[in-house]
């Protein structure tokens, strides 16, 4: 395989203005890349996610979709590397399926096939733990059998399918990742689409409790943004190739641990416990990876423990919202 370090290298990075792209691409400037294209079309991503990099490398903006064929062929010009972490998220998908598929399959070909036409020599693609479904066991590791029966998990086994098939044509070399339940600064709070921490803190800090659908015995596997972007950067600089490997901490955290924890973090423990109300049964109950494949293969361990997420989360959201004020 030839060199893929990332030093001295240009580099492409489809949604690297959203939560896990803004921090590959933060790795990316610390690591010495020449040049770092982040492409991205502004949705979810915000420009002053890459402030930091653009203040301290060479990064270069390209607002437009995957689903432009042309857009993303033209900014894949001089590559050396591809990082794709461009998708519509798991709500949006299941309500508007047809645009998933457009996006998350049309739009991944089309990235695909901008590697190949350009001579990128890896990519490393984000996949997800929704490909299992529900788990059959606990920890769920990667030889887990498909259950997924959600439209974003269908359009994550289709992202697969299509790394495997330009491989065996093309010899694109890729690692796809199975991310678990990431988080940390620069996911979206205001958004319609916003994760449970964000739910939980947006509800908290205007007096009101969390809501939880269910009884709270639900599970997440919660790995930090900064954990995955370092986890990325393994898998493309080592000789790993045509693996696909969870990205997790192999912990599991139910969602009223989750909700207590965050109500302590805001000061509002005591006066304002969670409120539960009726679950969407077509939703995973249940969420834990097992770590061993990456430790094993790219000698990545999760290294930030969920408080210190969580404490961080909080200090840059409240940056966040004091800056708008």
């Known amino acids: 395989m030839s060199d893929t370090r990332v030093k001295g290298k240009r580099v492409l990075v489809t949604g690297g203005a959203g939560l896990v792209g803004s921090h590959i691409v933060d790795e990316l400037v610390r690591r010495g890349a020449d040049r770092i294209v982040v492409y991205d079309n502004l949705v979810r991503g915000l420009e002053r996610n ?6 301290h490398g060479n990064v270069e903006l390209v607002v437009a979709d995957i689903a432009d064929r042309d857009a993303i062929g033209e900014a ?27 996006t998350n399959v049309l739009g991944s070909f089309n990235v695909l096939e901008a590697c190949v036409a350009n001579g990128v020599r890896k990519v490393v693609a984000a996949s997800s733990s929704s490909v299992y479904g529900e788990g059959l066991y606990l920890p769920t ?41 990431v988080y940390g600064p620069r996911q979206p709070f205001q958004a319609a689409y916003t994760d449970v921490i964000m739910h939980f803190m ?19 596997d919660l790995v930090y943004a900064g954990d995955i972007a370092k986890l990325n950067l393994l898998a493309m600089e080592s000789d790993v190739t045509g693996e696909f490997i969870n990205g997790c901490t192999g912990n599991e955290t139910s969602l009223t641990e989750l909700a207590e924890a965050i109500t302590a973090l805001r000061g509002r423990s005591a006066d304002l416990p969670p409120r539960y109300e009726p ?45 708008r004020a």
């Not at 890459?50 to 203040?55: C, Y």
């Not at 894949?76 to 457009?102: N, S, T, Y």
């Not at 097992?290 to 959201?317: I, N």
């Open 50 to 55: 890459l402030d930091w990099a653009r203040t």
């Open 141 to 181: 590791d990667e030889d887990h059998p498909f259950q997924n029966d959600l439209f974003y998990g269908m359009t994550k086994v289709s992202l697969e399918q299509l790394l495997r098939c330009f491989s065996k044509e093309f010899g694109l070399d890729y690692v796809g990742l199975r991310y678990l339940n």
């Open 202 to 220: 947006n509800r908290i800090d205007a007096g009101e409790p969390a809501v939880i659908h269910g009884d709270g015995n639900q599970t997440v």
């Open 76 to 102: 894949m010009r001089g590559a050396h590397l591809c990082f794709h972490q461009a998708a519509m998220w798991l709500r949006e998908c299941q309500k508007e399926p047809r645009r998933a598929i457009e």
């Open 279 to 323: 679950r969407d049964d077509r939703l995973v109950q249940r969420r834990c990876g097992c770590p061993k494949k990456a430790r094993e293969m790219l000698g990545f361990v999760a290294e930030t423990p969920l408080s210190d997420g969580l404490a961080a989360v909080a200090a840059w959201r409240d940056e966040v919202k004091a800056d």
